[in-house]
């Protein structure tokens, strides 16, 4: 896959009106961006007929966040070796990742209507030999967080002040190697690490407080030695706050309360939503939800 220039153009232009805006100004531009890729997000899974809509859209404002306002990265060197390092641990919300990497110019928004095609680069769950952006590959639950672990102490074992970014499901913190990975990032004080976890309190068929329960998972996350910072994930000014640096050298551990499906009335909260496909009436009603003209 090659590097959409023109896209790569556009986005330094909508960084570069973020890093300059006020507060206020910072988080709209931040909302609207998000709002864009959940449209993308909607159209490549109906393209494919198949993905994990509602896991996409509770991240979304994560990921753009992350991307527009916090990544030193450059979309035209994907392998910049003094690049921020992200990983998206939830791997099968891959849609939502490729919208955003798309969006930010790593390969044309055009490949997106390829999702899940046969022979096509996006897999169902990222691919780092396929994909431009991609850091590991992801999918099974549990892996993500471990090899940010290892990227961060890589990284500063070779002198780079660059930070590295994952984000879990919060089903997916009932793996057992999350938490060991979090021992050893705390026993390493890996202060250049953030964890996030979307809590958006919803996996496959149930809630995780019905399935395994996780709360206190703040608490949890202190007592494993995480710098602990509980936020609303879909407030863009909380979400920039929460992606400040250590302020105590250890890893910081974001817990983003979302909401499965956020920004679609009839998709939000509801767990059936995890990776059921909406039909074109669906379809059209959400991108009009989602702001799209002429929806």
Request: proline share 4%.
């Amino acid at each position: 896959m090659s590097t959409d220039l023109e896209q790569v153009a556009l986005w330094r232009q909508q960084r570069a009106a973020v890093a300059a805006a006020d507060e206020r100004e910072r988080a709209r531009l931040i909302h609207d961006a998000a709002q864009g890729v959940r449209r993308s997000v909607v159209r490549t899974i109906d393209a494919a007929r198949a993905g994990h809509i509602g896991g996409d859209l509770s991240v979304t404002d994560i990921l753009t966040t992350l991307y527009l306002g916090v990544l030193e990265i450059d979309p035209a060197d994907p392998t910049r070796r003094d690049r921020d390092r992200f990983i998206l641990s939830k791997g099968h919300c891959a849609a939502a990742l490729y919208s955003v990497l798309a969006h930010s110019g790593y390969f044309p928004t055009s490949e997106l209507a390829t999702f899940m095609a046969p022979m096509s680069a996006l897999n169902g769950h990222p691919n780092r030999t396929k994909v431009p952006g991609v850091e590991t590959n992801t999918g099974p639950l549990g892996h993500g967080l471990p090899v940010a672990v290892g990227e961060a102490l890589g990284l500063r074992l070779q002198g780079l002040d660059r930070r590295v970014y994952v984000v879990t499901g919060d089903g997916e913190m009932q793996e057992g190697s999350n938490w060991e990975a979090i021992m050893s990032a705390a026993h390493y004080r890996l202060g250049n690490l953030t964890l996030v976890v979307d809590r958006n309190r919803l996996q496959q068929g149930a809630r995780t407080e019905d399935t395994n329960a996780l709360d206190p998972l703040a608490e949890r996350l202190a007592a494993f030695g995480c710098e602990v910072r509980e936020i609303d994930g879909h407030d863009v000014t909380q979400l920039l706050g929460a992606f400040a640096p250590s302020t105590t050298g250890r890893p910081v551990a974001v817990v983003a309360n979302t909401i499965k499906g956020k920004g679609v009335s009839f998709m939000e909260d509801r767990v059936e939503w995890h990776h059921k496909v909406p039909t074109a009436e669906q379809v059209t009603a959400a991108l009009a939800e989602l702001g799209e003209q002429g929806s």
